[in-house]
């Protein structure tokens, strides 16, 4: 029996919203406050959701010691407390919340081997959340 | 097609424990959940329904009938219960949040009648759910 569950996690980062591409003054028109160099910050919540059969013997979709610890190592460690825009993820790439989620499904989807990577869900503030599910459909 | 979500909350304790395993391979996959003396949380239940909407009533489902047969398939069952002893499933089936979510969902499958059953969600935590939405 397939399962979908889902852990949530705590971040803290600054980012600047500006993209080279633009002028001055389309970055501020795109961007507005977020486009400040100086840079600003967010509590961001980070949502990981994983898929699959139920293992009858553990009655588990997968352990959250690996899950917990996974994104500890490979998510938290990397993200928190530091200036989105210096990460590598972020080079020719803005660190708007949608992209942080492609990032972040990114190193799921490619590292992550305890159970199948269903979404990652990212709130910005209490009032925005983004979702990517890898370009398949969100389900709800 | 309208979905509607009903929630409902029970307290609740258990353990993990697999009787085929040593008890060292308890210990290791299930940790502090291994305890035999159990332990509790505070879980929230979310069921949602789907159906179109009726015309003369403007309902997709009865929210007195949904709420009496969470009542008394679940909440009676559950609240204030330690599961691995008091709830029939769970003299086999390991209580986790996953098999929780399943077993909801198979005793209210077949009490409704009006609306389907769309998705069964338990949070254990604020910080931990899962979501079940039967076989498709």
Same mark, same amino acid.
């Given at each position: 029996m397939k399962a979908y569950l889902t852990r949530r996690y705590w971040f803290s980062a600054s980012h600047r919203l500006h *993209? $080279?591409? =633009?002028s001055d003054g389309e970055n501020q028109a795109t961007y &507005?406050? *977020? /486009? /400040?160099?100086?840079g600003h910050g967010h509590n961001y919540a980070l949502e990981v959701t994983v898929a699959g059969q @139920? $293992?009858?013997?553990? &009655? =588990? @979709? *997968? /352990?959250l010691v690996d899950l917990d610890s996974f994104v500890q190592e490979k998510i938290w460690e990397r993200f928190d407390h530091q200036n989105l825009n210096t990460l590598s993820d972020f080079q020719g790439v803005v660190p708007t919340t949608e992209n942080l989620c492609v990032a972040v499904y990114g190193i799921l989807e490619r590292e992550f081997r305890f159970a199948g990577v269903e979404k990652v869900r990212v709130e910005e503030t209490m009032l925005n959340s983004f979702e990517y599910a890898g370009g398949r459909e969100v389900r709800h | 097609m309208v979905y509607l979500t009903r929630k409902a909350e029970f307290s609740a304790s258990h353990y993990y424990h697999n009787p085929e395993f040593t008890p060292e391979e308890n210990q290791r996959i299930f940790g502090k959940c291994n305890n035999p003396n159990g332990h509790g949380h505070n879980y929230t239940l979310e069921v949602t329904v789907k159906g179109q909407v009726d015309g003369r009533s403007g309902f997709v489902v009865d929210l007195k009938q949904l709420k009496d047969i969470m009542n008394s398939e679940v909440i009676d069952a559950m609240d204030h219960r330690f599961l691995n002893r008091e709830v029939p499933e769970f003299k086999e089936a390991i209580p986790t949040t996953e098999n929780l979510a399943i077993s909801i969902w198979q005793r209210l499958q077949p009490k409704l009648n009006v609306a389907r059953l769309h998705r069964v969600r338990v949070y254990e935590t604020p910080d931990l759910f899962v979501d079940y939405y039967g076989e498709a």
């Open positions: *993209c $080279d591409a =633009m &507005g406050k *977020c /486009n /400040n160099p100086h @139920v $293992d009858p013997r553990t &009655g =588990m @979709v *997968c /352990n | -």
